[in-house]
């Protein structure tokens, strides 16, 4: 018995709806991988941007920690002085305070009277280390964030 031609071409034609299948699914499943890493990517840069601002604002705490010191606390003279501060139970940090001091003489506050002024330079580096700040181990290990403010004031 012969086959008539139009039945042949359906027996061509089967194994072309399963290729059809796999290639959407091969393109449906790099979709949504794509989506994932991209899903990932974002949730890692928003969580380094968080850990950027806390330490970004425990260095301006610790700045401002030190200006008390300087002018109303231990530091009067300031020579050198330097303290870390633990902020892990509050944002995650440590703020590493220093600071130095320098008389300048500037101008006569009377006739034959110099008058004499000291500036202050406080540096405060804050980083999420688990020991002091700057902690240059730990630099290269992903989610480590170290922010540095510096001031300059005098009395």
Avoid at 8 to 19: D, K, M, N, S, Y
Avoid at 39 to 57: C, V
Avoid at 76 to 86: H, K, R, V
Avoid at 116 to 134: G, I, K
């Amino acid at each position: 018995m012969k086959r008539g031609l139009k039945d042949r071409r359906l027996e061509r034609q089967r194994g072309l709806g399963a290729i059809t299948v796999i290639v959407v699914l091969v393109l449906l499943a790099g979709i949504a991988a794509a989506i994932v890493r991209l899903n990932s990517a974002a949730q890692t840069t928003a969580t380094q941007e968080l850990l950027a601002a806390r330490a970004a604002q425990a260095a301006r705490a610790g700045l401002q920690w030190g200006l008390y010191q300087a002018f109303k606390g231990t530091w009067t003279a300031c020579s050198g002085a330097s303290q870390t501060l633990d902020l892990g139970s509050e944002s995650g940090m440590r703020v590493t305070v220093g600071c130095n001091s320098t008389l300048y003489n500037e101008g006569e506050s009377a006739p034959g009277t110099a008058r004499t002024v000291r500036v202050y330079t406080l540096d405060a580096v804050a980083c999420n280390a688990a020991a002091s700040c700057p902690d240059n181990t730990l630099v290269a290990r992903p989610g480590y964030v170290e922010r540095r403010w510096q001031i300059h004031a005098t009395d």
